[in-house]
C-alpha cells in the first residue's frame, strides 16, 4: 500500500516518496534530512560548504 501527497500548485495525488509532483512537475514540499537543501538551489551549496569546512577544520585540530 503506498501512502500519497496532495499537490499543492495542482491538487494533483502523487506518491510520497517523490520529490515532484507527476502532474505539474512542481517540487513537493518534503524534507530529506540534512542534504534536502542541495536539491533545491545554491543555498544548499552554500550551507554544504560550510559544513564541510567545520568538518576539515576538526579533523585538522585532531591530527595535531
Given at each position: 500500500?503506498?501512502?500519497?501527497?496532495?499537490?499543492?500548485?495542482?491538487?494533483?495525488?502523487?506518491?510520497?516518496?517523490?520529490l515532484n509532483c507527476i502532474?505539474?512537475?512542481?517540487?513537493?514540499?518534503?524534507?530529506?534530512?540534512?542534504?534536502?537543501?542541495?536539491?533545491?538551489?545554491?543555498?544548499?551549496?552554500?550551507?554544504?560548504?560550510?559544513?564541510?569546512?567545520?568538518?576539515?577544520?576538526?579533523?585538522?585540530?585532531?591530527?595535531?
Amino acid at each position: 500500500m503506498q501512502n500519497y501527497s496532495i499537490c499543492p500548485h495542482c491538487g494533483g495525488e502523487t506518491p510520497s516518496e517523490n520529490l515532484n509532483c507527476i502532474y505539474c512537475g512542481n517540487t513537493l514540499p518534503h524534507t530529506l534530512g540534512v542534504f534536502s537543501g542541495l536539491r533545491y538551489g545554491a543555498k544548499g551549496y552554500v550551507w554544504l560548504a560550510i559544513a564541510a569546512a567545520l568538518i576539515a577544520a576538526f579533523l585538522a585540530c585532531l591530527l595535531l
